[in-house]
């Protein structure tokens, strides 16, 4: 899987589809050692990649594997 920061630049924002002919509509990806490493941090490239994709019309959604037990509001 190519990574998100060349995933946002390859989608334009009217059309939202990639270099590959493929219409990107949806992101989702899990956070835990994917999106947030170890030390809790996300990187800046990070943040602009998914910055980039929501400004495209790209959804944002965060997956777990967790049980809802887990999840704080």
């Keep these: ?9 390859t989608c334009s924002p009217d059309t939202k589809t990639g270099q590959d002919g493929v ?3 949806l992101i989702a990806t899990d956070l835990d050692g994917t999106i947030v ?3 809790g941090s996300v990187s800046a490239r990070t943040l602009a990649a998914l910055d ?15 049980p ?5 509001g």
Excluded: C, K, Q, Y
């Design 68 to 72: 809802p037990r887990w999840m704080h």
């Design 23 to 25: 219409v990107i509509r």
């Design 52 to 66: 980039a994709a929501a400004d495209s019309g790209i959804r944002i959604v965060f997956v777990t594997g967790r």
């Design 1 to 9: 899987m190519r990574n998100l920061a060349t995933m946002a630049r």
């Design 37 to 39: 490493p170890h030390d």
